[in-house]
């Protein structure tokens, strides 16, 4: 019993090490193939310094300052978008991200993407409308 308590003490601490020095590539290699594919667009920061009133404010297309139809709000970890959703297209209304995060919005034909960055974490709303009602995904990774 005297060399049992000591091998478990020694054996749980070898354990523990060995975890705190994998978790990080076991935790990247599963964001990775969770998280939808990289995108291109304008960067908009928000301040570290921001206090609890929301940052930068997203505008892509004045047109979508306008909100016409069925506007839809979303609010993620990353901050929150709201989208209108006008004869079977989706606009971006305004993307306001949280205090540490950036935010990246992409738009192409019958598709939009707003994402909120942050060091380890990005929250994404993507809406789809091409040959299909319009479709909002929301992503947390």
Do not use: C
């Not at 990247?28 to 998280?35: F, G």
């Not at 305004?94 to 060091?119: C, E, H, K």
Request: net charge positive; aromatic share 6%; no cysteine.
């Amino acid at each position: 019993m005297s060399y049992v308590a000591p091998w478990v003490g020694v054996t749980a601490l070898a354990v523990t090490l060995s975890w705190l020095g994998v978790r990080d590539v076991v935790r990247a290699t599963v964001s990775e193939r969770a998280a939808p594919p990289p995108i291109a667009g304008p960067v908009i920061r928000a301040s570290p310094s921001d206090g609890p009133t929301a940052g930068p404010t997203a505008r892509p297309d004045e047109r979508a300052s306008a909100p016409r139809g069925n506007v839809r709000s979303y609010a993620v970890q990353g901050g929150q978008a709201a989208m209108s959703l006008d004869g079977g297209e989706v606009r971006l209304v305004s993307a306001t991200p949280n205090p540490g995060f950036d935010t990246r919005v992409t738009q192409s034909r019958g598709r939009l993407r707003v994402d909120f960055r942050a060091d380890r974490r990005t929250s994404s709303i993507i809406a789809s409308w091409r040959g299909h009602e319009p479709t909002i995904k929301v992503y947390e990774y």
